[in-house]
């Protein structure tokens, strides 16, 4: 249950964190290039909103396909592959041990590359789905679970190599992850765009995989990185960790069926069976925030430095979105935020606020401590936090009240249509066109800054005399970050 | 929890919960649903959408319309229209009843009401009132009976005539109900909008019949092309800033034709069972004998 100790020396973190050099840089380069793409992509798509002839002419870029591309270029671009990053750090760092077999975790996440790479060209072709969350060509999930089986199979290896047997917390959010994403991807691909079934099961099926990707897969993942970041950062203990336990088994028995507006051209009982779902998975949220405020509570923000600050908004958004998703699901409250701007909102927060945000976090504290390098411009990183910070918040509240405006004059036959345009949608639209640009702007130094540390990394061992000398090369270069790790950290 | 083993159960009982639960009870519940025969249009319903209009869908989808456009109908109850069928022998006595139903007749209105049966009574009743004044009928001679109308803000928009239910989308592959409504609603835009011109006109940019719409503009699906001997039949009638230079014309390609036509085959047309309402085939006339229910 403890983060903060260790009987490991320090030149052993060393061999465990080499171990994990490249693939790590690897993901987490990859991952801020698809951010910063799918924020280009959400840029566009949002400046459409304003005028309607800019870049009509391509069917490439027409907003219906920059609005899907977007979304998959950031949650499997991004944010799974970040994830991949984080869980795998965090599973070495837990069981200190190394990890197994970095080639095949690299033809992983190259292979997880190409699969997303060719999935955003299919959508943006005119080959999507249609299916939210699933609008990739059929042909990719292929290629997807694929390049999965390799990168999970290994963190399912290294988790079984651990050489500390006693699970921490974490540990169990992000084994049920990695169980979890398979199933879905392989159950929601078949059952909606390989041999799809008929009629309305098909948006039902559709919701039970876009919960389950966001609440489970990509939420636990975020709640694996605030239990373990948060505590460490502080040096304190995680204050329960039964507290811990309950969460974990309420949001994995009900995360899976949140958000599911009802609609009543499905079965009634989805919309009540998804209320109740929500309400549970917000009422484990607010069992992790007691936990994590007990744990944290009374430090003072600035002794986790810059890290911290991250994984803290994280925190924060996650609650907040798990909160609204469970008030959005109340039926008087639906029948208003129903088809409104509210949905993207809630998205933006989950996705960008929370699961975003804590691995920016986990990118910005580990990649240094596992390359030995430190970041050549701190103050960059200062920039990234507020410019990222601001413009999620700016997206978040113009979509979260715009679409309670949308609603309200939707649900009003006596407002014409193209007044709720006017007056709920346009002028959100445009503040949420600031907020993009912002983390457009947040998603490009995040690049340059990650691309950097990859070229000196990479250097650096070039000059120490090649990869196969880089243990030897990485213990002499972190000798003067050492103390401080150890101290510090584990 | 803190062996390896009985965390891997847990998970492994919590995933098999959630797929029984949320896939395999709604496809059980939903997958066999097939088509009815729908007595108003002595049809099976729905019907396979055919011609070109398949080829719509499907642009339809590729262009992503679903991002801002749902189609899907929400009904928040329904309201009755209580109309007296057959006025019976005792027309004093009925003349009387229909004054008690409706407060606001006068004795002229009443008696026309009578004479002319059947006529409509009472508009826009909750149900308790259907079955007050079907108790004030009875033994009267005089018979009533009580259109059923579905109300909500999409149907007071003029969105479709009743809600959809699940049957309508029994063929759609892939379903595009949508979750978005920055554009109206397109789950009955076929009734409202029947001018394929128009529609033409509005992909092509719809500012040209939309003031300040939001909605892009898809010149894409139309070309731009020196006029030929003579002007095409077929190009759009663009005028002011939307016109194309001096010897152009613009012509729909067959993706557009497509899309229009799948878009004017969107129509709610009839009652089904889970969702009723008044029906009406062409004249206005007709209404009593389509869907009603019986007030007695």
Redesign the interface.
């Known amino acids: 249950m403890d983060v903060t100790q260790s009987s490991k020396s320090p030149s052993d973190w060393t061999e465990i964190d080499s171990s994990y050099r490249f693939p790590t840089l690897f993901l987490a380069s990859k991952a801020v290039a698809w951010l910063l793409l799918g924020s280009i992509f959400s840029l566009i798509a949002s400046i459409k909103m304003h005028s309607p002839s800019f870049l009509a002419s391509c069917p490439w870029v027409t907003y219906g396909v920059m609005i899907p591309a977007a979304l998959n270029a950031v949650v499997y671009g991004f944010a799974l592959q970040g994830a991949f990053a984080a869980l795998l750090w965090i599973t070495m760092r837990l069981g200190q041990v190394k990890l197994v077999g970095p080639g095949y975790l690299f033809i992983g996440s190259a292979l997880w590359n190409i699969g997303v790479l060719l999935g955003v060209i299919g959508i943006m072709a005119g080959h999507g789905s249609g299916h939210t969350y699933l609008e990739m060509p059929g042909f990719v999930s292929p290629i997807l679970f694929a390049a999965y089986t390799l990168i999970g199979g290994i963190a399912l290896v290294t988790f079984h190599k651990r050489q500390v047997r006693e699970l921490y917390p974490s540990q169990w959010f992000i084994f049920a992850a990695l169980y979890w994403f398979p199933w879905i991807l392989t159950a929601g691909s078949y059952l909606l765009v390989m041999s799809p079934v008929r009629g309305v099961t098909q948006m039902i099926i559709g919701g039970w995989y876009a919960s389950g990707l966001n609440v489970i897969v990509l939420g636990f993942v975020g709640i694996a990185i605030i239990q373990y970041m948060l505590p460490k950062l502080t040096k304190r203990d995680l204050h329960n960790g039964y507290l811990s336990l309950f969460s974990f088994w309420i949001i994995m028995l009900f995360g899976g069926f949140t958000g599911l507006l009802p609609g009543q051209s499905l079965p009634s009982w989805v919309g009540s069976l998804s209320a109740v779902c929500s309400v549970f998975v917000a009422f484990a949220w607010l069992v992790l925030a007691y936990n994590i405020y007990r744990t944290i509570g009374g430090v003072s923000g600035k002794s986790g430095g810059l890290s911290y600050k991250f994984i803290y908004f994280s925190a924060a958004a996650g609650l907040l979105s798990a909160v609204l998703t469970a008030w959005a699901s109340r039926a008087s409250v639906a029948d208003v935020i129903q088809f409104t701007l509210f949905l993207p909102g809630l998205k933006w927060l989950h996705l960008y606020g929370f699961v975003g945000m804590g691995l920016l976090g986990c990118i910005h504290y580990f990649l240094p401590k596992i390359t030995g390098i430190e970041w050549s411009r701190p103050a960059q990183w200062t920039a990234i936090f507020w410019t990222y910070a601001i413009g999620t918040s700016l997206v978040g509240i113009a979509f979260l009240v715009g679409g309670w405006k949308h609603g309200k004059g939707l649900i009003d036959p006596e407002t014409p249509f193209m007044d709720v345009v006017r007056e709920g949608i346009a002028p959100f639209v445009r503040m949420s066109t600031v907020g993009e640009l912002l983390v457009f702007v947040a998603a490009a130094l995040l690049c340059w800054n990650v691309t950097t540390l990859f070229c000196r990394t990479y250097c650096s061992c070039l000059c120490l005399g090649g990869l196969s000398q880089n243990k030897a090369g990485t213990s002499s270069e972190t000798k003067k970050s050492q103390p401080k790790k150890s101290s510090k950290n584990k | 929890?803190?062996?390896?083993p009985l965390?891997?159960l847990?998970?492994?009982c919590?995933?098999a919960?959630?797929?029984m639960?949320?896939?395999l009870m709604?496809?059980v519940?939903?997958?066999n649903?097939s088509t009815r025969l729908v007595k108003e249009i002595g049809r099976h319903y729905p019907a396979e959408r055919g011609g070109i209009a398949v080829k719509g869908h499907d642009v339809y989808?590729?262009?992503?319309?679903?991002?801002?456009h749902?189609q899907?109908?929400?009904?928040?109850g329904f309201i009755f229209d209580i109309v007296l069928t057959d006025a019976g022998d005792f027309t004093d006595l009925v003349t009387s009843l229909v004054q008690q139903a409706n407060g606001d007749l006068s004795d002229q209105q009443a008696a026309d009401i009578v004479a002319n049966a059947p006529k409509t009574i009472l508009e826009g009743v909750s149900k308790q009132t259907v079955d007050s004044i079907a108790f004030l009928f009875k033994d009267s001679g005089g018979k009533v009976a009580a259109n059923i109308r579905p109300t909500g803000?999409d149907i007071?928009?003029g969105w479709g005539p009743r809600?959809?239910?699940?049957?309508?989308?029994?063929f759609?592959?892939?379903?595009?109900?949508?979750?978005?409504?920055?554009g109206?609603d397109l789950a009955d835009v076929g009734s409202r909008l029947a001018d394929r011109n128009w529609h033409l006109l509005h992909l092509y940019?719809?500012?040209t019949v939309?003031e300040?719409?939001?909605?892009?503009?898809?010149?894409?699906l139309f070309e731009t092309r020196e006029i030929g001997d003579s002007p095409s039949p077929d190009a759009l009638a663009l005028k002011g800033e939307f016109a194309p230079e001096e010897g152009m014309e613009v012509i729909p390609t067959p993706e557009a034709n497509a899309l229009v036509e799948y878009l004017l085959s969107l129509r709610i047309f009839h009652p089904v069972f889970e969702a009723p309402y008044i029906f009406t085939q062409a004249e206005p006339s007709e209404n009593i004998d389509s869907e009603m229910e019986p007030a007695e």
């Not at chain 2, 989808?61 to 801002?68: I, K, L, Q, W, Y």
Request: aromatic share 8%; glycine share 8%; charged share 15%.
């Open positions: 929890m803190n062996q390896g965390l891997f847990s998970v492994l919590a995933m919960a959630s797929w639960g949320f896939v709604p496809q519940q939903l997958g649903q989808r590729a262009a992503g319309c679903v991002s801002c749902t899907q109908v929400r009904q928040s803000p007071d928009r809600q959809t239910v699940g049957l309508d989308y029994l759609d592959e892939p379903v595009l109900m949508g979750s978005q409504r920055i109206p940019h719809p500012r939309v300040k719409s939001i909605m892009p503009a898809y010149p894409y």
